[in-house]
């Protein structure tokens, strides 16, 4: 089981502001937190609100995943697993997201752009996997 967190935050370099998104994941009953940052850049998308919502990130012209749906996130730690990740290490782990998006939204069955407004959120929730 996991507990997981969603936060948008928002940061200026060179006088121009960035939005990110971290999913983060925390194995239950313990093991160490798996971050996933999605930081915008050219050629992708991290909306901050109105009009695309929360939670969405993808490429302009590509794969996408809404980070509120638990079928997103379990993707992104099936993709994160692939690639070694290992929830009983007791040690934070950071991992671009971008390097897992392709490989969640394929298994997603290609990624569905996200809709509907909503502010920049935190949001909290418990999940249990399934196959």
Same mark, same amino acid.
């Given at each position: 089981m996991y507990l997981w967190t969603l936060r948008h935050s928002h940061s200026v370099a060179d006088g121009s /502001?960035? %939005?990110c998104e971290t999913l983060t994941l925390?194995?239950?009953p313990a093991g160490g937190p798996l971050r996933i940052v999605f930081t !915008? $850049? @050219?050629g992708r998308y991290v909306p901050g609100g109105a009009p695309l919502g929360s939670g969405g990130v993808g490429y302009v012209r590509g794969a996408s995943l809404n980070l509120h749906e638990p $079928? =997103?996130?379990r993707a992104l730690l099936d993709a994160a697993s692939a690639r070694g990740w290992q929830p009983e290490v007791r040690r934070v782990v950071e991992i671009d997201g971008w390097s897992l998006l392709e490989a969640a939204a394929? =298994? /997603?069955g290609g990624g569905r752009r996200p809709r $509907? @407004? $909503?502010p920049c959120s935190t949001t909290t929730r418990e999940w !249990?996997? %399934? /196959?």
């Open positions: /502001r960035s %939005c925390y194995p239950q !915008e $850049g @050219p $079928g =997103a996130v394929a =298994a /997603r $509907g @407004p $909503g !249990e996997p %399934c /196959r």
